[in-house]
């Protein structure tokens, strides 16, 4: 099984690398091969809504830079991890560019999924998605708020399965550890 991480954490935050380390871990652990981009030291333009990733080249964002690196990966994994402080419910900016990036990944055509407008899939097949969230201290209205977004981003990017992990600052590595292998287990399971 091949997993993508995002990481949209800043170079230096100590307890991230260390949430990072134990993902990998776990990953390897299941046989799961890994590769990280670490999203603040890549050159990644912001996507300008040019639409060129679905008329001119589909499937490809126009930018030559970094940021062309991440969508074949994304689309090419059985998993694919955004990583990133908890920012008032939301991603950190880096992963929320790094994410805009990928729109290529979805159709420009519509179609209705649980009576709602959403992007067709330009794919066959999609990566799983695992949202893990870094919190300062735990904060149930931002963590509801993180978890409906990685729900909402696996709906639009037709993952065949998500989950959402907030995991506050110290908590302790066997703890971290046992959510990660469970949240695998489960989407193993849903593959």
């Not at 899939?121 to 990566?127: E, L, N, Q, S, T």
Request: proline share 6%; aromatic share 8%; charged share 25%.
């Amino acid at each position: 099984m091949k997993t993508i991480i995002l990481n949209g954490s800043k170079p230096g935050d100590d307890f991230s690398e260390k949430v990072l380390g134990i993902l990998c871990s776990v990953l390897q652990a299941n046989r799961w091969e890994s590769t990280r981009f670490d999203l603040a030291g890549m050159k990644i333009a912001p996507c300008r809504g040019c639409f060129g990733c679905w008329v001119q080249k589909p499937g490809v964002c126009v930018f030559e830079d970094d940021g062309q690196k991440l969508a074949p990966a994304v689309i090419a994994s059985d998993l694919t991890v955004f990583f990133a402080p908890v920012t008032f419910g939301g991603y950190s900016a880096d992963l929320k560019k790094g994410l805009d990036r990928l729109i290529g990944l979805i159709s420009p055509f519509f179609m209705t999924i649980a009576g709602e407008i959403h992007h067709r899939p330009r794919y066959d097949k999609y990566p799983a998605l695992m949202g893990v969230g870094v919190q300062e201290k735990p904060d149930r209205d931002s963590g509801e708020i993180f978890s409906t977004l990685v729900q909402r981003n696996a709906l639009n990017f037709h993952s065949p399965g998500h989950a959402a992990l907030l995991i506050p600052v110290g908590q302790d590595e066997k703890s971290i550890c046992e959510k990660f292998a469970a949240v695998l287990n489960d989407l193993e399971g849903k593959k």
